[in-house]
């Protein structure tokens, strides 16, 4: 493929990450009242990843019902807005730290992997193919971290990031929960998902080397 084509198509890949600075400016109160009663932005960032295991635990106990599965879609906004937070907290207040930036890619990942795995105990998925799709979302995240590494940027760049990863699961988390049976064609979204990882990964490394 030409570079100008593959360029092209790189850069139409939109991701949800491109709209966490308006969230930002909804949750800026908040970061102000926590920073002001001496809530710090590690403090958060491991609240967030210790609360999701939690959940991903608990989805993936053999008695759960599938009404437990709607504590997806709200955890993951919380998880979300917790994300921005932490972040507020970290550049506006003066608590950037190096032990930070190792906790939120690390926490990030593990948080993932914990609310990706309950699928793989449900029908019509399979394991290996939630264990496949974990594998190329933490690729991906390493993908973005390695940027700064070569001399470019963090990259966020999609088409699956991890804002749009959420969405997926909490829309998934929202069906199940609500009690609709899940087709067999779904079967496909987990390769689809693990697919649109590998482009993703591919596309950081990609824009990271343009940066450049």
């Given at each position: 493929m030409p570079d100008t084509t593959l360029s092209t198509?790189?850069?139409s890949a939109m991701t949800l990450y491109e709209l966490k600075?308006?969230?930002q400016n909804l949750l800026r109160p908040i970061a102000t009242r926590l920073a002001g009663i001496g809530v710090t932005a590690n403090q958060v960032t491991l609240a967030a990843a210790i609360l999701s295991v939690a959940v991903g635990a608990l989805l993936c106990l053999p008695e759960r019902g599938p009404t437990l599965f709607l504590a997806l879609p709200v955890w993951l906004f919380v998880r979300m807005a917790l994300n921005a937070i932490d972040g507020m907290l970290a550049r506006e207040f003066g608590q950037k730290s190096k032990?930070?930036?190792?906790?939120?890619?690390?926490?990030?990942?593990?948080?993932?992997a914990a609310l990706l795995l309950p699928f793989a105990f449900?029908?019509?998925?399979?394991?290996?193919?939630?264990?496949l799709v974990i594998f190329l979302a933490v690729l991906s995240?390493?993908?973005?971290?390695?940027?700064?590494?070569?001399?470019?940027?963090?990259?966020?760049?999609?088409?699956?990031?991890?804002?749009?990863r959420a969405l997926v699961i909490g829309a998934l988390g929202a069906w199940i929960g609500l009690g609709l049976s899940l087709p067999s064609w779904i079967f496909w979204l987990m390769p689809a998902m693990a697919t649109l990882l590998a482009a993703t990964a591919v596309n950081r490394v990609y824009r990271g080397l343009r940066e450049l």
């Open positions: 198509c790189l850069n600075p308006r969230f032990l930070g930036g190792y906790l939120n890619e690390l926490c990030d990942v593990v948080s993932d449900v029908a019509p998925f399979t394991a290996w193919t939630v264990f995240e390493y993908a973005g971290v390695m940027g700064p590494l070569v001399g470019a940027s963090r990259r966020y760049d999609g088409p699956l990031g991890k804002s749009d």
